[in-house]
């Protein structure tokens, strides 16, 4: 029996020991699981059983067990019982993890939304698109090229093909209809960007100028501009990785105020020599963008009211953090035709039905390489201005989003191409496949 005692107090004593050393990564793998849970289920209206089944289906993700509370419109998650973590939704809001049981139940601004416009056809609306067949697509080899997107092994939900305003190519897995709102993960940045667009258009801010951070003021971060943020070349310090506990995985899962993370963090490298993509960069720009507003309701309007709902992207929400700050970096949901009028309204160079949003100085702008980026990166958006996809015209540019979330705009071809899963797949193969089809 004393032999039993202290072979189970040993026990005892090596799981109490594993939970310590690894509480944080317990506390990121849960908080990802309840995060992702809640949106899934209470945003983009899903069931639990098929969230936990595909978008929770991977390791260690896996290891999380997950609840939903219909009723209080709550997700939680568990990692063998020894920690859970919780998400509430907020009304326009999306989801958030919470830090204290007070965060539940605390106080919110809602952003104010204009009304879908379901009756003119899409693009300029939600309703049915006019019929047109066009001579020189060749139907048959274009819809073999999107057919290819969805084999197994590539794991795709949504592929559209937009060419002269007109939706030639459409479908979806299984599960997944035009109405799905999916998450764009990264291709947020974009749309982060893009709101600074609207701003510089309306002569509200210049990206030019230094970054507005008053703690950067007596040191030599008091030289990183706007623009150096939004081109992922201030030279600070991040990073940027989810496979461990990094900058990252801690902003995301455990930060009350994410646009704080990156504002704290040293120069390793000098402004405007040092690329390096950073979520904590996108996210500190969130903090200037509201810094541009006299009231927090000034700053969660006027994403929809002067950009997203202006191009009719009704579906779209964008998730805040426990601050009310909107998470540039990753949160945001929409329907994959919804994220092709995205991609639309910078192929028409920011005229959007007759109303300008910005120019094509913009375009032009987000399109310019960032120095020391070797040609792949621009303001928040990716090139290929390195030929990287060699069958593609290198003035493509695109929004990308983890797990190969893309929204292509290829202006030499008057199309945008949208595509949602779960998995990287051959991107420069899919594309050439595209514009083969087209003559």
Known sequence: MKIFKRLLLLLLVFVLITVIYNYSKLNILAGYSAKNTASSVFVANRTLVFTDSTDNSFSPVNLASDEVDLKTNTATSSVFGLLTRKAVIRKGLGSVLTLEKSDETADYLIPKRAAADNTTPYPFGNGPQKDTVFANVNYQKLNLAVDSLFQKRNKSRAVIVIYKDQIISEKYADGFTKESKILGWSMTKSILSTVFGVLQHQGKINVQDKAPIESWQNDARK??????????????????????????????????????????????????????????????????????????QEYLDFWYSDFIDKIGMSSMVLEADLSGNYVGSSYSWATARDWGKFGLLYLKNGNWNGEELFTKDWVDYITTPTQTSEGIYGAQFWLNADGGFKDVPKNMYYSDGYQGQRVYVLPDNDMVIVRFGLRNFDENEFLKGILESVK
């Open 223 to 296: 030289n990183i501009t706007i623009n150096n943020l939004l081109q992922m070349n201030s030279g600070l310090e991040w990073d940027e990785n989810y496979d461990k506990i990094s900058d990252a995985t801690k902003m995301l899962f455990l930060d009350r105020d994410m646009t704080k993370m990156q504002e704290n963090k040293p120069l390793v490298g000098k402004p405007n020599q040092s690329w390096n993509y950073s979520s904590g960069t996108t996210n500190l720009l969130s903090g200037i963008l509201r810094s541009q507003f006299k009231t927090h």
